[in-house]
């Protein structure tokens, strides 16, 4: 039996690399990276991850990478055969995360682009893991390699995006949602209102654990997204 191929959908200032461990435990599988480098809508990202997917595939999506999975379910989900949102929410934003977003375009128009990753390292990560060289490095690291130019069309596409919860109830294949106890960006309450929303989905909440899960909890994380998948091959 084919293995089912898996597309994964990163957060905001993410790459690839936010998945390396759990890219290591599915080296045997085909595994594909979404591209939201490009894009400067969430529309935009969606139809480039769907042109770059298999037929019918899995999807995996962590942060901003949810609101393009939410909108690949809106186009394509016929090809989705399994969803899992990771630290999203499907509402859009309100006026104090609007003001936020803003605050970081102007950081980045004056030059200080560096410190947009400094700004959300507290939201970021769970109190006890704000000095972890290793977290901080990564998150850095990728910020580094997404720049200025990038960050501004990414966050342009999550200012614009649209209300998800009106079609949640639309989405009937199997999800997950993954969600850590520590996450400064999702909230618990989000994470309930999205799982009564959809038909037969489940949640795996991580204690401690910030927006990160798949970095911050690897091999916990790992194991959940691993057995969800496998559910459909068995």
Do not use: C, K, N
């Given at each position: 039996?084919?293995?089912?191929?898996?597309?994964?959908?990163?957060?905001?200032?993410?790459t690839a690399e936010s998945w390396a461990p759990q890219r290591a435990a599915w080296a045997d599988r085909d595994v594909r990276h979404a591209d939201h480098t490009q894009d400067d809508t969430i529309a935009g990202m969606a139809d480039r991850l769907l042109a770059a997917a298999p037929p019918r595939f899995a999807l995996v999506a962590h942060a901003m990478g949810?609101?393009?999975?939410?909108?690949v379910m809106r186009r394509a989900a016929p090809r989705v055969a399994r969803l899992a949102l990771v630290a999203t929410l499907?509402?859009?934003?309100?006026?104090a995360q609007t003001a936020r977003r803003q605050g970081y375009i102007d950081l980045v128009t004056?030059?200080?682009?560096?410190?947009?990753?400094?700004?959300?390292?507290?939201?970021?990560?769970?109190?006890?893991?704000?000095?972890?060289?290793?977290l901080l490095g990564a998150a850095r690291r990728m910020a580094a390699d997404t720049g200025a130019d990038t960050f501004l069309r990414q966050q342009r596409a999550i200012m614009g995006r649209i209300d998800s919860r009106p079609s949640l109830g639309r989405i009937t294949v199997p999800a997950l949602l993954i969600r850590?106890?520590?996450?400064?960006i999702t909230t618990a309450e989000q994470q309930a209102d999205m799982l009564a929303a959809m038909p037969?989905?489940?949640?795996?909440?991580l204690p401690g654990v910030g927006h990160l899960p798949m970095l911050e909890a690897p091999a916990a994380t790992t194991a959940i997204l691993t057995r969800w998948i496998?559910?459909?091959?068995?």
């Open positions: 039996m084919s293995r089912l191929p898996v597309m994964l959908a990163s957060g905001q200032l993410l949810g609101f393009v999975a939410m909108e499907a509402s859009a934003d309100g006026p004056a030059g200080r682009f560096e410190q947009v990753i400094e700004e959300r390292i507290p939201m970021l990560f769970p109190p006890d893991r704000r000095d972890d060289p290793v850590g106890t520590g996450d400064g037969g989905a489940r949640l795996e909440t496998d559910e459909a091959e068995a």
